[in-house]
């Protein structure tokens, strides 16, 4: 089976340091992905990783362990327009089919 | 257009209706994809697109789910006899696709449908 885990909220202040976790179980692994959703609007792609180690983008970065089947995506500098959904989600076997966890509901508070 | 972009963006509609949801792809892109979002889940992959092809539709949930692409453009996803579990938002995603490498995915803003 797939399996995708995140915890379904998290809540940080304004300025801070916040790291979302996922770990996955799949039918072999292509990749992972991390995208950002506010309420009511489409997904939009945050970072991939298919090695091991850590991908920095600005603000955002994402980790890799695929021997540990772990990711997480950290978030610096939080703003308010960060509160959103973030979402993670891993290509198995197949190229093509994203497994999406549940994801993320990240609160950003003044 | 810039991106993906879903038609209508709300759909309410009674049980036992049929309905069509559109997709525009984001032009060039050969890969097309669509997912469903529940109310608590997260996305699940429903069939995909190669051209007008759809090597993997293996996510529709049952026969009354069908989806086509003409042109290797716009896709339409068919639902027939509509019942109040498909209920939720449809999101169509397109990618460069091809090549045996993993392609992102971007995706429209989705159609939310509610079977009364």
């Known amino acids: 089976g797939q399996n995708i885990d995140q915890p379904t909220e998290m809540t940080a202040t304004e300025g801070a340091i916040v790291q979302i976790n996922c770990t996955y179980q799949?039918?072999?692994?292509?990749?992972l992905f991390w995208y950002q959703q506010h309420a009511g609007e489409a997904p939009t792609f945050l970072s991939y990783?298919?090695?091991?180690g850590l991908e920095e983008k600005g603000r955002f970065s994402s980790f890799l362990s695929r021997s540990k089947g772990y990711s997480y995506l950290l978030l610096k500098e939080l703003q308010m327009k960060d509160s959103a959904s973030y979402l993670c989600?891993?290509?198995?076997?197949?190229?093509?089919?994203?497994?999406f966890g549940t994801g993320t509901r990240l609160l950003v508070s003044p | 257009g810039a991106g993906v972009s879903q038609s209508p963006s709300n759909k309410v509609t009674e049980k036992g209706k049929d309905v069509e949801l559109r997709c525009d792809p984001i032009?060039?892109?050969?890969?097309l994809y669509w997912y469903r979002q529940s109310l608590g889940q997260g996305l699940e992959f429903l069939i995909y697109?190669?051209?007008?092809?759809?090597?993997?539709k293996s996510g529709l949930p049952s026969d009354r789910f069908s989806a086509e692409r003409t042109g290797g453009s716009v896709s339409t996803l068919t639902i027939q006899r509509t019942q109040q579990e498909d209920s939720a938002v449809y999101l169509c995603?397109?990618?460069?696709?091809?090549?045996?490498?993993?392609?992102?995915?971007?995706f429209g803003p989705g159609t939310r449908l509610t079977v009364l």
């Open positions: 799949t039918s072999g692994f292509n990749g």
């Open positions: 032009s060039g892109h050969t890969a």
């Open positions: 990783n298919v090695l091991d």
């Open positions: 995603a397109s990618g460069h696709g091809g090549g045996g490498g993993t392609d992102t995915q971007y």
């Open positions: 989600a891993v290509i198995g076997t197949g190229f093509q089919k994203l497994v």
């Open positions: 697109f190669q051209g007008n092809s759809a090597p993997d």
